[in-house]
């Protein structure tokens, strides 16, 4: 495929994206199409970048030139950028990189602007205990190493900030005593196979899951044996993930409003060999899927998506301060409903991939005062030298996608 091919592509992408329909989505119906299947992976690569691109520049270009030659100049800046990205100076990507409502909800540090630029990394999550054989079978692979734990910084009394995770190899000469002990199994794609076609994937070997969200399954602790609720579980991501911690032992619970989306969770269940889990519609009232007691809730709530910002730049200039405030009340309402069906001692774990101040610290702080039943549950307190009850991860820190997680525990 020519330059001017995959441009004439992106063109018509971003001429049906909307914020009804967002360019994700868009993107993702328009490469499988029949009429497209003939298209080389590296030619949809070229597409899905190209219209990356462009949102991710967008307040850079000017609009009354052709769609054509907006890709152009947004692809020779994002050239220069990761040519050198101290080119663009901080103050512009204050200004131009996101929308200026998000300043009010947020610090905005430079390297956070600017890793908002970067193209993301492929994320992978192997079965427990198989890291080291499907990097050396799918190729292409680096482990996550995570940071000496004298290096994290206490923000808060409650709110830690993880450094910057090392990309490196083990062989590094790190000793792994030293290294933070989170039981990762997190793998840095780097190839350009198409993952869902390889017998690994097809073998259920691996999830496909970012870094951040990784970490939220590790958070809760969940044990084999336990009982388990995802209550806002999507697709399942991180229901898999739960199960996989347990060891297939114990049930994990799975619910959403979407019947479209527990249907996919079966499907993926299926693959990876998951057995421990039901799933359940829950619309978020107050009548709950079960009068199951639960060892452990997750509300892996629905949010306003900053912390995706550079995997989905086109959600910048939709996401309004509206819909922060709508989904904040939502989250609070979900958290709210969820906690009576903990058990006594019984782990409750809030998570967003959002960094706003309304639907992290405001949630966080609104549901504790609205239940003294419950106390500020630390997080990774074996791994953590000064644990707290809630954790902000940045997207420049781990090379991954911003997360909130809070924690709490009912009082026996």
């Known amino acids: 495929m020519s330059d001017s091919s995959a441009l004439n592509h992106a063109a018509r992408i971003v001429a049906l994206a909307s914020r009804e329909q967002p360019a994700d989505a868009v993107l993702r119906d328009y490469l499988v199409d029949p009429t497209r299947t003939r298209m ?6 070229a597409v899905v970048r190209a219209v990356f691109t462009y949102f991710r520049w967008l307040q850079w270009l000017e609009p009354r030139d052709s769609l054509q030659k907006q890709f152009s100049h947004a692809l020779a800046l994002q050239q220069r950028f990761d040519g050198n990205p101290l080119a663009i100076k901080a103050e512009a990507l204050a200004v131009h990189a996101v929308p200026p409502w998000l300043r009010d909800e947020m610090e905005l540090p430079a390297d956070f602007l600017r890793q908002l630029q970067r193209d993301p990394v492929v994320w992978l999550r192997a079965r427990p205990g198989t890291a080291e054989k499907l990097a050396a079978t799918l190729g292409d692979c680096v482990p996550a190493i995570l940071p000496q734990p004298s290096t994290l910084n206490p923000l808060s009394s409650v709110a830690l900030s993880l450094p910057a995770v090392s990309m490196s190899n083990p ?3 790190a000793k792994e005593d030293q290294l933070l ?45 336990e009982t388990w609720w995802d209550a806002c ?11 996989d911690l347990m060891q297939n032992k114990g049930l994990v619970w799975a619910s959403d409003r979407s019947a479209r989306r527990l ?18 519609p829950w619309d978020g009232s107050a009548r709950l899927p079960t009068k199951t007691k639960f060892d452990g809730i997750l509300v892996d709530a629905p949010c306003s998506g900053v912390g995706t910002w550079q995997r989905n730049p086109h959600a910048r200039w939709t996401t309004t301060p509206t819909d922060v405030s709508e989904l904040a009340a939502i989250q609070l309402q979900l958290l709210n409903h ?33 239940h003294p039943e419950l106390e500020p549950h630390p997080l990774f307190s074996a791994q953590l030298p ?7 991860i940045l997207p ?6 911003g997360m909130f997680i809070a924690g709490w525990k009912r009082r026996t």
């Not at 793998?187 to 070997?205: H, I």
């Not at 996919?264 to 359940?280: D, P």
């Not at 000064?386 to 902000?392: D, E, W």
């Open 233 to 243: 579980a999507g697709a399942g991501g991180k229901t898999l993930h739960l199960a």
């Open 40 to 45: 080389a992976p590296a030619e949809k690569r």
């Open 396 to 401: 420049h820190e781990i090379n991954a996608n």
């Open 181 to 225: 002990s989170i039981p990762l199994t997190a793998l840095r794609y780097t190839g350009e196979k198409d993952l869902f076609r390889t017998p690994e994937f097809q073998a259920g070997a691996f999830e496909i899951q970012d870094l951040a969200s990784q970490f939220v399954g590790h958070a809760g602790a969940p044990q084999p044996g």
């Open 338 to 370: 969820a906690a009576p069906a903990l058990k006594p001692g019984g782990r409750l774990i809030y998570s967003v991939c959002t960094l706003t101040r309304s639907e992290t610290t405001a949630v966080a702080k609104a549901f504790a005062a609205a």
């Open 386 to 392: 000064a644990p707290g009850s809630q954790l902000t």
């Open 171 to 173: 062989s590094n000469g």
């Open 263 to 280: 249907a996919a969770l079966k499907q993926r269940t299926a693959r990876a060999k998951i057995f421990n889990y039901r799933t359940a």
